[in-house]
Nanobody, 125 residues
Framework: QVQLVESGGGSVQAGGSLRLSCAAS????????MGWFRQVPGKEREGVAA???????SYADSVKGRFTISKDNAKNILYLQMNSLKPEDTGMYYC???????????????????WGQGTQVTVSS
């Protein structure tokens, strides 16, 4: 049974940092592509960052230079380091796993097979 469990969300002031974690189990973690998505009420889920099985990454323009996605294959954990946070980064953050993706990963939700339950990030001005 595939499980993805996010943690690390919280409330922070603009300019601050948070690190999200996603613990994965139930599948061959290292061979999957992984991604972080965020969603706010009334809007579509947005792909924030992605990483393929080889470690190549891609980012939404809105977070480039501020967010870093990484993974620890030994521990089956995906991370999202978020620096210089802005109020517009507020949302529910989800991690997801995909069996297949293009080089650099995919930021399209339709490519993903498994999803976590989400962790809330709130950035105040």
């Amino acid at each position: 049974q595939v499980q993805l469990v996010e943690s690390g969300g919280g409330s922070v002031q603009a300019g601050g940092s948070l690190r999200l974690s996603c613990a994965a189990s139930g599948y061959t973690y290292s061979s999957y592509c992984m991604g972080w998505f965020r969603q706010v009420p009334g809007k579509e889920r947005e792909g924030v960052a992605a990483i393929d099985s080889g470690g190549s990454t891609s980012y939404a323009d809105s977070v480039k230079g501020r967010f870093t996605i990484s993974k620890d294959n030994a521990k089956n954990i995906l991370y999202l380091q978020m620096n210089s946070l802005k109020p517009e980064d507020t949302g529910m953050y989800y991690c997801a796993a995909a069996r297949f993706c293009p080089s650099g990963g995919s930021r399209w939700s339709g490519d993903y097979n498994y999803w976590g339950q989400g962790t809330q990030v709130t950035v105040s001005s």
